[in-house]
């Protein structure tokens, strides 16, 4: 096992990674801008390195100055949390080459499912069903319109590079083609350069959901269950619920099982999320993200596993805690994303924290890295805290969480709590029943946002 592990990364993430590291055990180093001196990362850690200016190219994103780091502090591993260079190969061969151990899968991995186009096609022949499609890169116009013939309108245009909702492009119709086909292939070059894009069927009312799972890298694999992460504003996540309202055991079962034999086939290691779209009782892959999610903390409380100490001891090269069969799912949880915004635009609102005072009590968990007093700094982004919580069923963990949401201060700057308060009064999120675009008509009809 390490003894000592870097983390590069800042916030709530970096705070979970170092409570894992104190439980195992293993020392851990922080890194930090110059505008993270009084973070709280950096206070929790065992030691910590300031790697540069605020804007995150020049520090957190800053290859040379965390490896750097590391050398300095002799630290043997990196985890890289989420966003940042979580999903970067060029890192994660950097460290390679220093003789580092990346907390995560293998830079091919990253980089097969970092391709869209290539994720879709290793997924497909490993047997996980697909959205409709191109099936690889169209070159040209006339390539579009035999596949917009093919599968029917409305089609949507993404770009290979992209990911997360960036670089993607409706086409209603064949009219809408040519215009659709030309600003997605632009804008990709001009985002990503590359301008390679694939066709999809468009889904029109489908809920997002992602399985985790977790590879062992010596060709094993486990899944544990799904979130449904269907409440998003402009690609932005809101609420995360684990397990999903609209999946039935079975149903997660068997597409578990399938998640889990895809990723045990190539030898995935560590954790990952597949994600779908699902409508009218079916599974369609969209992508896959190979890092640990914002969200995962609802997946660890309903099948009670830390999923950062089992991405460690993997990359430490131990097997899996846990097997197929002990994880069980027991009860519900719910994350809502606590973010320094204010409503109804969502406008970016840093400053200084007067008064913090987490919720607590039972089945409560409050990931954050924030305390009163804290200023938060201008250069990042917004999410400052996630509220978990867990109960033995949905309707429970609910009320559970509008009464956390109630003991929740965060005075001196504007958050989404009152988003949360207000989706906790909505039927649709009562019941359940809601799909990828009930939050921004609501949002729209309810907060009057532009
Ligand atoms: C789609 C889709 C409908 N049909 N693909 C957006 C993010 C990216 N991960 C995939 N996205 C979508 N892909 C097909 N074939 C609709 C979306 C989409 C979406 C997906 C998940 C969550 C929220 C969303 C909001 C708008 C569009």
């Avoid at 879709?120 to 319109?145: H, I, Q, W, Y």
């Avoid at 607590?360 to 996630?386: F, T």
């Amino acid at each position: 096992m390490f003894s000592k592990i870097l983390i590069a990364n800042r916030g709530e993430i970096a705070l979970r990674v170092i409570r894992a590291c104190r439980e195992m055990g293993i020392k851990s180093v922080a890194v930090h801008s110059t505008a993270d001196s009084d973070a709280m990362h950096v206070r929790l850690a065992h030691e910590s390195v300031c790697i540069g200016p605020p804007p995150a190219t020049d520090s957190y994103l800053s290859i040379p100055d965390i490896i750097a780091a590391c050398e300095i502090t002799g630290a043997e591993a990196v985890h890289p949390g989420y966003g940042f260079l979580s999903e970067n190969a060029r890192f994660v061969e950097a460290l390679e080459d220093h003789g580092i151990v990346f907390i995560g899968p293998s830079s091919e991995h990253i980089r097969l499912m970092g391709d869209k186009i290539t994720a879709k096609e290793t997924m497909k022949n490993l047997g996980v069903p697909v959205v409709p499609g191109s099936d690889g890169g169209v070159p040209d116009l006339e390539t579009a319109r035999r596949i917009g013939r093919e599968i029917g309108y409305p089609v949507i245009v993404k770009a290979t590079a992209g990911g997360g909702g960036r670089g993607m492009k409706l086409a209603r119709s064949e009219n809408e083609l040519e215009q659709a086909f030309r600003t997605a292939r632009a804008e990709a070059r001009a985002a990503f350069g590359n301008d390679e894009v694939y066709i999809e069927k468009y889904l029109g009312r489908p809920r997002h959901i992602e399985f985790q799972i977790f590879g062992d890298g010596r060709g094993a694999a486990v899944h544990l269950g799904e979130r449904d992460c269907s409440l998003q504003r402009r690609h932005q996540k809101v609420f995360e619920e684990c397990p999903s309202p609209a999946i039935s055991p079975d149903l997660r079962a068997e597409m578990g099982a399938v998640c889990a034999r895809a990723v045990a086939d190539i030898g995935y290691a560590g954790a990952g999320t597949i994600e779908f779209l699902y409508e009218d009782g079916r599974f369609y892959f969209i992508e896959m993200n190979t890092r640990l999610q914002v969200e995962h903390p609802v997946t660890e409380e309903v099948f009670n596993v830390d999923l950062v100490r089992e991405q460690i001891r993997v990359a430490a090269g131990e097997a899996l805690s846990f097997t197929q069969e002990a994880l069980v799912p027991l009860g519900h949880a719910i994350e809502v994303r606590i973010n320094a915004e204010k409503l109804p635009n969502f406008t970016p609102s840093p400053g200084t924290i007067g008064t913090y005072h987490a919720p607590g009590g039972l089945g409560v968990r409050m990931d954050s890295a924030i305390y009163s007093g804290y200023r938060i700094p201008p250069y990042y982004d917004s999410l400052i805290g996630k509220l978990i919580v867990r109960a033995p069923d949905r309707p429970a963990a609910l009320m559970r969480l509008s009464r956390a949401l109630r003991e929740l201060v965060v005075d001196g700057i504007d958050t989404t709590a009152p988003l949360h308060h207000a989706l906790l009064e909505e039927e649709a999120v009562l019941s359940g029943d809601y799909d990828i675009h009930w939050l921004e008509n609501m949002l729209r009809e309810k907060f009057r946002a532009d």
